[in-house]
């Protein structure tokens, strides 16, 4: 058995991709990525679940091109069921942080994450700015994060489609803080006013994943692969990377954003730069349009 995909992860150092091989022994692996470098790969046969808390699925079940969970039921409520997202650990005694993460103009969602795992849940899902705002029990940050929802409509979620659409007109580092800190100043007027005592606020502090994230220049992007199929290659030159998303610059066909969340249970193996982009992919901006095998 090949390697399979565990997806993309961003460690402090900068984006790399986790490979899996089973076998008596399970063996891991990670593949630094750098920017203007070419990358390439090929899907071979079947996409198969990731298990779900670092185990294996125990029945190695095929899932849909199209998921971007990766996970057969079974294994999707077993995750589920463990996730912090869900509300369904409210003893967890850990210190948590609620952040304000901003993605795009008019983009600007609330979020909470574990003091341990530090930014980089803000790396795993896009953000292009972000900051700090408080720091305490989980429930206390819950409780804040629903507070900012109720008060000032700032969502929870956005769409990966929505962050992808607007990196090409990014504007610069100053107004893209700017947002930012207009929120802020907004939440920190509500001590007293419903924040929980048990949370202690944060400063004011922007930091910028422009250049983590590799968007130097405009981030023109064509298209978006919507699955793989066996025997499809993905390759290009990788310009940039965020959240999930990787960056190829295929030549003639332009930028095309990959989602890793895609390519994960897919055994993969390489393939040559040139050889462009021949799985399913759809037109950003341009109406949806459907291109490569079915």
């Not at 003091?115 to 803000?122: D, I, V």
């Not at 990014?170 to 929120?183: I, W």
Request: net charge neutral.
């Amino acid at each position: 058995m090949g390697w399979r995909c565990t997806g993309l992860r961003w460690p402090d150092e900068g984006p790399e991709l986790g490979w899996r091989k089973e076998g008596a022994a399970a063996v891991r692996r990670v593949s630094v990525l750098v920017y203007g470098k070419e990358l390439g790969f090929r899907a071979v046969g079947e996409r198969h679940c990731v298990g779900a808390r670092g185990n294996v699925c125990p029945v190695a079940a095929t899932v849909p091109a199209r998921s971007t969970g990766a996970r057969c039921p079974e294994c999707a409520r077993l995750d589920r069921a463990h996730s912090v997202a869900a509300d369904t650990i409210a003893d967890d005694p850990r210190t948590y942080r609620v952040y304000l993460a901003w993605f795009g103009p008019g983009m600007v969602k609330v979020g909470i994450t574990a003091e341990e795992r530090g930014a980089a849940r803000l790396r795993e899902q896009g953000a292009v700015v972000f900051s700090w705002l408080g720091r305490g029990p989980l429930m206390a940050a819950r409780r804040t994060e629903e507070l900012l929802r109720a008060a000032f409509g700032v969502p929870d979620r956005i769409p990966y489609a929505r962050k992808r659409a607007v990196r090409a007109v990014l504007p610069g580092a100053g107004e893209r803080a700017a947002e930012v800190a207009e929120l802020y100043g907004r939440a920190a007027a509500l001590e007293g006013g419903g924040w929980p005592e048990s949370l202690e606020r944060l400063p004011f502090e922007a930091v910028d994943h422009g250049a983590v994230f590799g968007f130097g220049g405009k981030v023109e992007v064509a298209q978006a692969v919507t699955g793989l199929v066996d025997g499809g290659v993905v390759a290009g030159r990788l310009v940039a990377a965020a959240g999930p998303d990787l960056h190829l610059e295929t030549g003639a066909g332009g930028v095309v954003v990959v989602d890793t969340r895609l390519v994960t249970g897919w055994e993969l193996t390489g393939a040559d730069a040139g050889a462009g982009v021949t799985v399913p992919v759809v037109d950003i901006g341009g109406g949806g349009v459907q291109h490569g095998l079915f």
